[in-house]
Nanobody, 123 residues
Framework: VQLQASGGGLVQAGGSLRLSCAAS????????KGWFRQAPGKEREFVAG????????GYGDSVKGRFTIFRDNAKNTVYLQMNSLKPEDTAVYYC?????????????????WGQGTEVTVSS
């Protein structure tokens, strides 16, 4: 049972990146998923969450209107499209899966975590 995050990199402010989180194991297919991030010296921050069907999504205040979470259950993958990136978006981004029925903004609500992918936004 694994979550594999990818897609991070270095981008200039105003640019875009798309992160992917591929899950192994059919059990994961319909779990709610979330993206969190952690910058050096800061606490882990909720970025976005999505329910099993994609019909319910939510975002942290700092990324609303710029980031979009979506999923492709056929590929067992969740994505985070990040537009209009800012230097303050620089962090390690983690994907997570919850056994519960809904996504939530609290890290403790998630049961499985990927290894993280680093995003650096230069000014």
């Amino acid at each position: 049972v694994q979550l594999q995050a990818s897609g991070g990199g270095l981008v200039q402010a105003g640019g875009s990146l798309r992160l992917s989180c591929a899950a192994s194991g059919r059990t994961f297919t319909y779990y709610p998923k979330g993206w969190f991030r952690q910058a050096p010296g800061k606490e882990r921050e909720f970025v976005a969450g999505i329910n099993w069907s994609g019909g319910s999504t939510g975002y942290g205040d700092s990324v609303k209107g710029r980031f979009t979470i979506f999923r492709d259950n056929a590929k067992n993958t969740v994505y985070l499209q990040m537009n209009s990136l800012k230097p303050e978006d620089t962090a390690v981004y983690y994907c997570a899966a919850a056994k519960g029925r809904h996504w939530g903004p609290v890290a403790d609500e998630y049961d499985y975590w990927g290894q993280g992918t680093e995003v650096t936004v230069s000014s």
